[in-house]
């Protein structure tokens, strides 16, 4: 399963190259982000491109030729996008801090979060969807959690009263804990449904 892994991160030598310079333009052209949305797009930059590559030359049709389970090739997408996350905002915070980009901890902890959620609901459509509409698809996708997620979340804080009461009544360590374990529950149960969805796939 380890080679399973590495395999997104030798495809993507190019892309992967591009990394550096794309987290360079954030931390000098776009102060007036969020940091937690950089780091965001930091953490789904080599798994969203593994996807992406694997669609474009049909990949899954060699993969279910060699020695694998088709369990084995889901968890590698979820173990790798995982792994791939923690080593993208590793690398994502050093170039911020030698740029004077000031982030905190929460913001890391908020980007983790968006990862999370975002994985869990874009990685099955990766195996529903026709091969031609997955790149289409996770760059719309991303527009739209970066777009409309700020309003939504302001338009809930000024309408919903009770339920922002509830959420400020909370303490930040509870926020964050249950922030947490709704996210990886949504994952891992994303990952379930992948593999529901693959061992029935027909290539």
Do not use: C
């Not at 954030?26 to 965001?40: N, T």
């Not at 919903?160 to 149960?189: C, K, P, R």
């Amino acid at each position: 399963m380890f080679n399973l892994i590495r395999k997104d991160f030798v495809i993507q030598k190019t892309q992967i190259l591009l990394f550096i310079p794309f987290i360079m333009f954030f931390a000098i052209f776009a102060d007036h982000m969020s940091p937690a949305f950089v780091f965001f797009l930091a953490s789904t930059y080599i798994p969203l491109n593994g996807y992406i590559y694997d669609e474009q030359v049909e990949s899954n049709i060699l993969l279910n030729s060699l020695p694998y389970t088709r369990k084995e090739i889901v968890a590698a997408k979820y173990i790798g996008a995982l792994a791939y996350m923690i080593l993208s905002i590793g690398i994502a915070s050093i170039i911020l801090y030698l740029f004077n980009y000031e982030f905190m901890i929460r913001d890391i902890s908020i980007a983790i979060g968006l990862f999370f959620i975002f994985s869990a609901f874009a990685f099955p459509l990766f195996y529903i969807l026709k091969p031609g509409y997955i790149g289409a698809v996770v760059l719309v996708g991303v527009i739209i959690t970066a777009v409309v997620l700020p309003p939504f979340f302001r338009f809930l804080a000024e309408n919903l009263t009770v339920i922002t009461d509830f959420l400020t009544s909370l303490s930040t360590i509870t926020l964050y804990l249950s922030g947490a374990v709704i996210s990886i529950m949504l994952y891992l149960t994303s990952w379930m449904v992948s593999q529901f969805i693959y061992q029935r796939k027909v290539f």
